[in-house]
């Protein structure tokens, strides 16, 4: 088998065909690599300009926690109050059964009682679509985004389509019942998906005491709408409400819990 050895290989190397090829290997490397670079950097531009969809005023710009407090036992998703890590009121709704509102449909408030965001149920739809709008929703308005099973069959997660991105969409994955669920960001064109928010049970910090799943905390990833994500919250209520079977023994929060 033949070897380059010495000057044989300087001379393989220095042939005007090799460093012709040796030039094209260059270029080609370093074209992937910048094009790879330069797809992860607009995922992460487009994904940014993602976060902010009902109000810049909620997106912060640390990782955050809310605890979520159910305040009604009657109907599903009847009342919210959701309190930031000080224990100040962020959001409410307040919709106490069918009789004061259309039950197909909640107002999302902030703490003043300004209506941030209204979501209204689709029908007829095999999917359960529900319809987010600015605001106090109005006849004529257009959603600013949808949210639907991804599936008629069983409990599926949840594709959330929001107007004016094609090809990028949100997808929420686990158990609302279980207060466990995540959302993704996704894109269909850089197979991009990324966990923005996350559902799951509120734990008492003092005892280490699983909460009652009427209370839970919700997790945002830096820059998201929180206002938004309390949007999705209000649809999975009511989509999938709490399994009879849960066999949950309820722990009541304490002012303490809402804080923590």
């Known amino acids: 088998m033949w070897k380059a050895e010495g000057s044989d290989f300087f001379q393989v190397f220095s042939?005007?065909?090799?460093?012709?090829?040796?030039?094209?290997?260059?270029?080609?490397?370093?074209?992937s690599s910048d094009k790879s670079s330069d797809s992860r950097k607009e995922d992460q531009e487009k994904l940014k300009k993602m976060k902010e969809i009902v109000e810049e005023g909620f997106c912060y710009e640390d990782e955050t926690q809310l605890t979520v407090l159910k305040t009604s036992h009657f109907f599903a998703g009847d009342g919210f109050s959701v309190y930031d890590c000080k224990g100040e009121l962020l959001f409410r709704v307040e919709s106490y059964g069918p009789i004061t509102r259309d039950k197909d449909e909640l107002v999302l408030m902030d703490a003043s009682g300004k209506c941030l965001l209204t979501v209204r149920r689709k029908r007829p739809s095999l999917h359960q679509r529900w319809e987010g709008f600015l605001g106090e929703r109005s006849?004529?308005?257009?959603?600013?985004?949808?949210?639907?099973?991804?599936s008629i069959i069983g409990r599926s997660s949840m594709t959330v389509d929001v107007y004016g991105n094609?090809?990028?969409e949100y997808h929420i994955e686990g158990s609302y019942s279980q207060r466990c669920c995540t959302v993704y960001y996704t894109s269909h064109q850089n197979a991009l998906k990324e966990p923005v928010a996350e559902i799951k049970r509120k734990v008492d910090a003092s005892t280490n005491v699983v909460l009652g799943k009427d209370v839970f905390s919700l997790c945002l990833k830096p820059g998201f709408d929180a206002a938004f994500v309390m949007g999705l919250v209000l649809v999975l209520d009511q989509i999938n409400g709490d399994s009879a079977d849960d066999g949950?023994?309820?722990?009541?929060?304490?002012?303490?819990?809402?804080?923590s």
Not at 15 to 31: A, D, E, I, T
Not at 139 to 150: D, N, T
């Open 139 to 150: 006849e004529g308005q257009k959603p600013i985004f949808s949210v639907r099973r991804s």
């Open 248 to 259: 949950d023994d309820a722990v009541e929060p304490t002012a303490d819990d809402l804080s």
């Open 166 to 168: 094609p090809g990028e």
């Open 15 to 31: 042939s005007p065909f090799s460093k012709f090829s040796f030039f094209l290997f260059s270029v080609f490397f370093y074209s």
